[in-house]
């Protein structure tokens, strides 16, 4: 049986490895050398600095800005995508009519790529012909914010635009965890004397427990990352007041040529999310569930 | 404790009546079993109880209590289902306490109750295990526990022994038993084992297509059917059913089923005598066919003249597939009976056990 397994086992594993060595482990490991480098992008031979790039980072008030709204992000995001996408899954398994029609309404943003999203979105906060100012005047208010151009409301209306767009699929998530849910335990439960709040916080939640771990790891992870969304609705601006990790290497690498600095940003984002991954992986640990 | 009163319910899923017209009174302390094929209603009869269904029509009462709109936590009642519908994510103790918890009960008074009702099931020692460690007679023992402890007027029990092995069912239906004589309450259990229903059951509801047949003791039951539903359904092997013809010669009634003919004892004349040369259906058990060799006293013999056609030793008895004509039926004879398959035999009847139906409405005539 186990006589010439690795004949079998290598020609299977080889292909995957040598790809995965190919195109993740060596980008990683080019990337760790180029953050300890200057280097301009262009030129054959990055120069050895050592750890210097990491010390500018650390005295760098751009990159404390960026880090500060990544975190921002990550305070307010996942927790109020989870808690919107629970609550509309809740409400759509609880028979409602036309509750398929909504799943595929609430799903709708999940489908359109990020650039489509965030372009979308620019037009609706557009402070003269955006349809959010428009129903703003509508309803009477006589000078309604200019939603990205002002500092104060710019992170809040890019966030929102995050939310609108990640609810639906975690909706349809927990939908499907839901409906996997046995109903004998609902009914056991009302028998038990269980009002709505208690079905919730004693039979779905926890049975729930982990869809809700992975989706705060995805949630946290793409707090983290929001350079997509933030690139094309706003870049950054207004000045600085949206910029995140991700903008701000991008900004580094490709308009000031600093490669090796937008490495060192993005190492430390690496390692940033690595540990954010493992914290909320721990923290959040259960026993598994199985019924 | 209470009784219960089911007043005309009436439930439909669609165009689908899962229970017609049910009346029926329980009464207080008593174990009823409702039993009857899978589609019978059995389930939604109990649901309704529960609040787990809204009947369309009529009124269920818990004691004097009309509940048809009180919501299941507040009619002080306990279900087991057949699932056992164990909260995975929770303890035995939880399972057990849940119900209590939500209800405020102070801690040590929960804590007390959980103990004892883990002592009287045997489960002290796996109060701090999850159901997924639990083997299926465990769970369902703290299903059971669960239902205990919250002390309630009336007992529902969906199938609960359904998901158990042949000698655990035996085992757990004398538990049952003996719970109830203990706890002293109003159970009500569903099931589609007749065996179940027999040994358990104070009183037996038996449904059919939502339909209630027949409500009684479990002997009287088994003597008295109603019908050929229940005749057939109640017992095992079911009761022999012959097409027949009532026939009256010289001031006798006979049964005549063309291969056959048997007399009908003096004390059923008088009530079968408006029957006389009309179609019947006649009505024996497995049990009250005896093997020729074999006659217990005391029996009002006819014999049936039949050919064996499968002989199946059951250790303390035997049960043979006899031919009249090509009409098959089962005697379950005495276990010294010699016979082999392709013998000839005749089947001695004990008539005094025979049952009558009228052929157009399966009613048994009395």
């Known amino acids: ?109 999940q489908v359109m790529s990020v650039v489509a999203v965030g372009v979308l979105w620019s037009f609706v906060y557009h402070p003269t012909l955006g349809l959010l100012n428009g129903f703003l005047r509508l309803i009477g208010i006589q000078n ?36 996997s849910i046995p109903t004998t335990y609902y009914e056991a439960a009302r028998l038990d004397g269980a009002t709505g709040w ?61 490669f090796g600095y937008a490495t060192a940003i993005a190492v430390t984002l690496f390692v940033l999310v690595l540990a954010l991954s493992l914290l909320v992986m721990r923290a959040t640990v259960r026993e598994t569930v199985e019924y | 404790m209470a009784s219960v009163t089911y007043e005309h319910v009436t439930k439909r899923f669609g165009d689908v009546v899962a229970v017609n017209d049910l009346t029926i009174h329980i009464e207080d302390k008593e174990f009823l079993v409702f039993v009857g ?29 009309l509940v048809n709109d009180v919501p299941p936590k507040d009619r002080d009642i306990a279900m087991v289902f057949q699932s056992y519908a164990l909260y995975p994510h929770m303890t035995v103790y939880d399972n057990m306490a849940f119900g209590l918890k939500l209800r405020k009960v102070p801690k040590a008074e929960i804590d007390r109750r959980v103990r004892e009702a883990a002592a009287i099931l045997g489960i002290e020692d796996l109060l701090d295990r999850k159901p997924k460690q639990l083997s299926g007679g465990q769970r369902q023992r703290v299903a059971v526990g669960r239902a205990i402890v919250r002390d309630p007027q009336v007992f529902l029990m969906d199938e609960p022994l359904s998901n158990l092995d042949a000698k655990l069912r035996v085992q757990t239906r004398a538990e049952l038993t003996r719970l109830h004589q203990r706890l002293e309450a109003t159970f009500i259990y569903v099931t589609h084992d007749q065996v179940e229903a027999m040994t358990m059951g104070t009183r037996i509801a038996v449904l059919r297509d939502g339909i209630l047949q027949q409500v009684d003791t479990p002997q009287r039951l088994y003597d008295y059917p109603i019908n050929t539903f229940v005749a057939g359904f109640i017992g095992s092997p079911a009761m022999n ?11 006798e009634l006979y049964v005549d089923g063309g291969t056959f003919r048997v007399q009908v004892p003096p004390s059923r004349k008088e009530a079968y005598l408006p029957y006389s040369n009309r179609e019947v259906i006649f009505g024996i058990r497995p049990e009250d066919c005896h093997s020729e060799q074999f006659v217990p006293p005391g029996v009002r013999e ?45 089947i001695v009847m004990n008539m005094d056990h025979m049952h009558l139906f009228d052929p157009q409405t399966e009613m048994a005539i009395r």
């Open chain 1, 1 to 109: 049986m186990y006589r010439g397994k690795y004949s079998v086992i290598i020609p299977f594993l080889a292909p995957p490895l040598i790809l995965y060595a190919v195109f993740v482990l060596y980008p990683y490991a080019q990337a760790m050398y180029v953050s300890l480098t200057h280097w301009s992008g262009v030129s054959p031979t990055p120069q050895f600095v050592g750890l210097r790039n990491f010390a500018r980072l650390v005295r760098d008030d751009y990159f404390w800005n960026a880090l500060s709204h990544n975190l921002i992000y990550l305070a307010v995001l996942p927790a109020s995508i989870l808690a919107l996408g629970f609550f509309f899954a809740f409400l759509l398994t609880q028979g409602v009519r036309g509750a398929g029609f909504y799943r595929i309404v609430y799903f709708f943003p």
């Open chain 1, 144 to 179: 309604p914010p200019v939603w990205l151009g002002n500092p104060s409301t710019a992170l809040l209306a890019v966030g929102a635009v995050v939310i609108w767009q990640a609810v639906g699929f975690y909706t349809v998530f927990f939908i499907a965890g839901m409906e």
């Open chain 1, 198 to 258: 208690h079905l919730f916080r004693h039979i779905t939640l926890p049975l729930l427990w982990e869809n809700v771990r992975v989706a705060a790891v995805f949630l946290a992870i793409g707090a983290l990352d929001m350079f997509g969304i933030v690139q094309t609705m706003t870049e950054g601006g207004p000045s600085r007041a949206t910029d995140v990790l991700g903008t701000y290497l991008y900004e580094n690498a490709f308009k000031h040529s600093q």
């Open chain 2, 37 to 65: 094929p899978s589609g019978c209603g059995k389930t939604t009869s109990l649901r309704l109880l529960a609040g787990l269904e809204e009947a369309d029509e009529g009124n269920i009462y818990i004691g004097d209590r």
């Open chain 2, 241 to 251: 059913f012959f097409p027949a013809t009532l026939v009256q010669e010289n001031g």
């Open chain 2, 302 to 346: 006819a014999r049936v003249r039949a050919k064996i056609d499968v002989v199946e030793l059951m250790g303390s008895e035997i049960y043979l597939y006899c031919l009249t004509g090509n009409k098959q039926f089962i005697a379950r004879v005495d276990p010294r009976t010699r016979v082999e398959p392709g013998d000839e035999m005749d």
